[in-house]
């Protein structure tokens, strides 16, 4: 079956965090998807083979972008390609001369992304970092729950490098083509890790800049027992989300606690009132309150942990998780790809089949495919 993004070739610098996040998506909605793997010998730091689906549907092997003969085989390469994703500080692309000016030269239809954590702008665009520096940066972390020592607390989940940064990049990677479809000319992208994580802060920072309210005590921050995480009596937990006054009177009218519905935003009750919820919640299992609430609107919904994923109802009837052969490890159940569909592709490993594959499509014969591998351009 088609899919959305048939018929587009994307080259894929093998960046990792934001950059990754991109070219997973884009390949997930049909792209082809060319990975240009560094040698070892560059010493970057790489990913687990299960990492980003297991590559699954990639076309990868080596190609040493410092080798002398690099470049011209690169600006084939790129002639062929609609879209192009890396992740390097600024300016090294253009050092190495393959950057948007050389690849646009031989292709204006050329889409290029540039996902870095800081941007190509700025004080900081040549500064390295992480998820947890990019979401320090916008916002992100200030707005956590505080720990023991009182703290921010650190996020398991790399907001910055999925939605701040890759599927940022993705959705500029889109428009840009639209915008194609109409100019015949392609673009340069600068995306941001850290200014897409200040994008998915907007609601409370533009509280606290309209209202001069501290974003801390936006109810989605926890200061409200309406809005909260709850243990129960088998050491679970469960999320609660009843910031509607109708859905807390459910939840209170369950838990026997119906004279607290009215104190419900009282900023001075939150403490008694979540000691009371949290006493009742103790009393049961986790499960047990879920099947309780069943068919009642409480914005109820429990905390799974990562071995509970695959085996809930709801990913189940959605199709979410399915299962592939990896060629080194088997038998494995992963995420699907994004937007439902089963059709993963095969896990890639770095092959000489891809390599001739994709070099035969640029007119590269075997003798001048084995020449490049003989000389350490390719592997």
């Known amino acids: 079956m088609p899919r959305d993004l048939d018929g587009i070739t ?6 990792l965090g934001p950059s990754a996040r991109c070219v997973r998506a884009l390949a997930d909605l049909g792209a082809r998807w060319i990975r240009l793997r560094p040698p070892a010998a560059a010493n970057r730091l790489s990913s687990e083979w299960h990492s980003y689906g297991a590559f699954r549907g990639a076309e990868q092997f080596e190609f040493d972008l ?3 003969g690099a470049r011209a085989l690169y600006l084939r390469l790129a002639r062929m390609a609609d879209i192009i994703v890396e992740g ?3 300016g090294i692309a253009d050092r190495l001369g393959i950057g948007y000016r050389d690849v646009s030269a031989v292709n204006q239809g ?4 540039a996902a870095t954590g800081y941007g190509q702008t700025g004080p900081l665009s040549r500064e390295v970092g992480h998820d947890i520096n990019y979401q320090a940066l916008g916002g992100g972390l200030a707005l956590n729950g505080r720990g023991a020592e009182g703290l921010p607390a650190i996020p398991g989940m790399t907001l910055a490098d999925s939605a701040g940064g890759g599927w940022h990049a993705a959705l500029r990677v889109l428009a840009a083509l639209v915008e194609r479809s109409r100019t015949g000319r392609g673009k340069f992208l600068d995306v941001s890790a850290a200014e897409g994580v200040l994008q998915l802060m907007s609601l409370a920072v533009d509280q606290e800049l309209a209202t001069g309210q501290p974003a ?3 109810v989605t921050c926890g200061k409200y027992a309406c809005y909260g995480i709850y243990m129960t009596a088998d050491g679970k937990f469960l999320a609660v989300g009843a910031i509607e006054t109708k859905f807390f009177a459910n939840l209170c009218r369950v838990l026997g606690l119906e004279h607290l519905v009215d104190r419900q935003f009282q900023f001075d009750a939150q403490e008694e009132l979540r000691r009371a919820i949290a ?3 103790r009393t049961r299992a986790r499960d047990e309150w879920i099947e309780t609430f069943s068919g009642i609107e409480a914005c109820l919904a429990p905390v799974l942990a990562i071995n509970e994923l695959a085996h809930h109802p709801q990913w189940q009837a959605r199709g979410v998780f399915v299962e592939y052969t990896h ?3 088997g038998r494995l159940c992963q995420v699907g790809p994004m937007g439902g569909g089963k059709d993963r592709g095969a896990a890639s490993d770095v092959s000489d089949g891809a390599c001739h594959q994709v070099l035969r499509s640029i007119g590269a014969d075997d003798a001048e495919i084995d020449a490049l591998i003989a000389s350490g351009v390719v592997r």
Do not use: M, Q, T
């Open 10 to 15: 994307l080259i894929d610098l093998a960046g």
């Open 66 to 68: 410092k080798h002398p």
């Open 88 to 90: 390097f500080r600024p």
């Open 110 to 113: 050329i889409v290029y992304c």
């Open 216 to 218: 801390a005590n936006y």
């Open 279 to 281: 006493e009742v919640f």
């Open 327 to 329: 060629p080194r490890a």
